[in-house]
């Protein structure tokens, strides 16, 4: 069963060849990393602009890059709470903050602990009467439980709205055709766990982990999250240990054959598992089996012409696993990850399924539907193939990139009240200095993350500055002009339609025109993808174009490959043409009841780039008396706003177009967009995907 003849080789070849054709190559493995850990760093350099205590770590197959588009894999985030400081020796505690004493002893699951509380003031037990969310076991000790971290999430839901609370994890439900994402909280412990530390002292036959990756895993320390072990008699005050950095970076050090082996696994999992006997094996123990055979084996028998081999010799220990109800956590090996999730009946069955699987020598896998694995496989036996999907793959993590800036944006804009233009200013400058402190403090991408961010903010700067001015003299500054040219180039249209906007609303109209006739020329509707962020809703496939942009080039595609939409502050009020300004003040008492604080763009003036720069051309023009290019905008702005697939703000769009109508002389017409505006907002979701 185990050998490896030429058919063997054959089979392994040709599935290696249909995996990489979905997207599970080396290339695409480390663009999918590269794109998580920017989100990753987005996501923190953001939280940084509200001095929020909160870190976040993007994990799992996501940021793993060993996922396909079919196995919709959820991307999984870890909500770090910094406020306590987590210690496992008495050594370790700091004075000035609430000091938590790590628990392993007998009383508790192997892989999980206590957390007892310290004095504030002396390393010392707290043994003051218990309050909140600290109770007193039968020892007298202070201990925190878990339930505590159902409110750090509900504290944190401004950042993760659009979702569901259950218990330790929180669910947010992305547009569609994105995977959910689920949050968990956790607390930071700076040193390895007391349990994993018979971990750093082994080395398999595979010489694996090496010396490097255990070094950098000690440093990573540990995380503790609010789940304890079912059944326990103790279970809301355990605590989890969780080593995600640690198992991120061994999965960081595998080859693509192993990735591979690990892809086939999950595929396996929800063609023949999980459709009948759910929330028996999970893709991490699946990862726990992968690793154990990395440790046992030489890295020669890893390698492409091996993949079937490989996998078989995967599934043969996941079945004695299964068959023994044992499979040990692969750097705490005392946390049995099968202990009561194979129900009795259930057993023999999936031991069926996986000796079936692992006896057909390869002919199970023709039967796997997910990204057409099993036909795919067929067809290039018969020395034919499917369309490949890398590029399809590369768009989407090119959108996701855009939707995260987009959306980081969108958040702490929020944050603006409109009190005054000088408080307004004063917050612009903030988030743009303190991004630029932590650009000069860090590398890589974290500095990314940065340039990606600031821009966005310059320009929202002197869109600002420029209504002041305009509200002072009628003119702009050469102040307003800088901040925006900071940020002009953030994507194909959205920056410099604004500048457009502020010329318009001077009167300046030559210059509009300039301005215009170079975004139109820089939108290439073939490829230029629009973006949203403000709410939940049903975004089309992407253009061929755009794809083939994103698989040759990283986040920098972002400038030339998307249009976000444009977002006008109450205090950019003079930098917006009268026809959208009545988008500021569209909201009711009864509207404002029932909202959160995602729902701020609602007192927006928002519109999505290609609708507006029709828009403007139209206006433009007017007044030039070129009416062959107005009524050609007109046309543009009707077949855009009635056409285009992709539009957040179709309803704006109507709106707008409506009040051309009217200025046209068509009442009529004006009328009916009116109602296809208001019928379609009434139709949409206000729930904000969180990236």
């Known amino acids: 069963m185990f050998q490896a003849p030429d058919y063997t080789e054959t089979v392994s070849v040709r599935l290696s060849e249909v995996l990489a054709d979905i997207g599970v190559d080396e290339r695409i493995v480390l663009k999918r990393r590269r794109t998580l850990l920017l989100i990753e760093s987005m996501e923190n350099s953001a939280l940084q602009l509200q001095d929020n205590k909160l870190t976040s770590y993007f994990l799992g197959s996501q940021s793993e890059g060993t996922t396909t588009l079919g196995l919709e894999s959820d991307t999984d985030c870890l909500v770090c709470q910094n406020d306590f400081k987590i210690v496992q020796d008495w050594s370790d505690w700091q004075p000035g903050v609430l000091n938590l004493l790590m628990i392993q002893d007998d009383t508790v699951s192997p892989g999980y602990c206590l957390l007892q509380r310290l004095r504030d003031h002396a390393p010392l037990p707290y043994n003051d009467a218990p309050i909140g969310h600290f109770f007193q076991d039968k020892t007298g000790r202070i201990l925190l439980s878990n339930t505590i971290m159902s409110e750090t999430l509900t504290a944190a839901a401004d950042y993760l709205t659009g979702g569901v609370n259950s218990g330790p994890v929180y669910t947010t439900f992305g547009q569609p055709g994105v995977t959910e994402t689920d949050f968990v909280a956790a607390f930071p412990c700076k040193t390895w766990p007391l349990q994993a530390r018979p971990w750093l002292n082994q080395q398999g036959a595979g010489q694996r982990p090496s010396d490097d990756m255990k070094k950098f895993c000690s440093n990573t320390g540990c995380f503790v999250v609010g789940v304890g072990s079912k059944g326990s008699e103790n279970e809301e005050l355990e605590w989890r240990i969780s080593t995600s950095l640690a198992e991120r970076c061994l999965m960081f050090n595998l080859n693509i054959t192993q990735i591979r082996c690990y892809v086939l696994m999950k595929m396996i999992l929800k063609s023949y598992i999980k459709p009948h006997y759910k929330g028996t094996i999970s893709s991490f123990m699946c990862k726990t089996v992968l690793f154990k055979l990395i440790a046992n084996t030489q890295s020669s028998f890893w390698r492409e012409k091996n993949l079937h081999v490989c996998l ?263 930098c917006i043409p009268t026809e959208l300004q009545y988008e500021l003040f569209r909201s009711t008492d009864e509207d404002i009841a029932f909202r959160d604080f995602y729902d701020c763009w609602m007192d927006r003036g928002v519109m999505d780039s290609l609708p507006y720069l029709y828009f403007l051309q139209y206006k433009t023009y007017s007044y030039l008396g070129r009416l062959d290019e107005k009524q050609i905008a007109f046309s543009n702005l009707i077949r855009t706003t009635e056409q285009e697939p992709n539009l957040g703000h179709r309803e704006t769009a109507l709106n707008i177009l409506g009040q051309c109508m009217e200025q046209e002389d068509r009442p009529t017409d004006a009328l009916r967009y009116y109602f296809l505006s208001l019928n379609l907002r009434q139709k949409q979701c206000c729930q904000i995907p969180y990236m």
């Not at 996986?354 to 896998?365: R, Y």
């Not at 987009?406 to 702490?412: E, F, L, N, P, Q």
């Not at 303190?434 to 700067?461: M, W, Y």
């Not at 002072?472 to 307003?480: K, L, V």
């Open 312 to 574: 078989s010799f995967c599934l043969f220990v996941l079945y004695t696993s299964t068959l023994n109800e044992n499979c040990p956590h692969s750097i705490i090996p005392g946390n049995n990850l099968m202990a009561g999730h194979i129900a009795y009946e259930s057993k023999p069955h999936i031991l069926e399924i996986l000796q079936n699987i692992i006896n057909s020598e390869g002919t199970a896998l023709l039967g796997i539907e997910c990204d057409d694995l099993g036909e795919r496989l067929r067809l290039k036996f018969n020395n034919l193939s499917l369309f490949k999907t890398i590029d399809i793959v590369s768009g989407h993590l090119l959108r996701q990139t855009a939707w995260m800036i987009v959306g980081s944006i969108k958040v702490y804009l929020c944050y603006i009240s409109n009190s005054s233009y000088k408080v307004d200013i004063q917050i612009l400058l903030k988030y743009i200095f303190k991004l630029i402190t932590i650009s000069n403090h860090c590398q890589g991408l974290e500095k990314t993350a940065c340039s990606l961010l600031a821009p966005c903010f310059c320009t929202t700067l002197g869109s600002v500055l420029a209504s002041l001015n305009i509200q002072q003299y009628n003119g702009i500054s050469a102040e307003a002009l800088y901040w925006i040219s900071l940020g002009v180039n953030t994507d194909v249209a959205s920056s410099k339609l604004k500048l457009a906007s502020m010329f318009y609303c001077i009167g300046d109209y030559h210059r509009t025109e300039i301005v215009l006739r170079d975004i139109e020329g820089r939108y290439d509707q073939n490829i230029v993808e629009p973006v949203c962020q403000c709410y939940d809703f049903e975004s089309q496939a992407q253009k061929r174009g755009f794809n083939a942009i994103s698989d040759n080039n990283n986040e920098a595609a972002v400038q030339y490959a998307t249009a976000s939409c444009i977002i006008f502050l109450l205090c950019e009020i003079n």
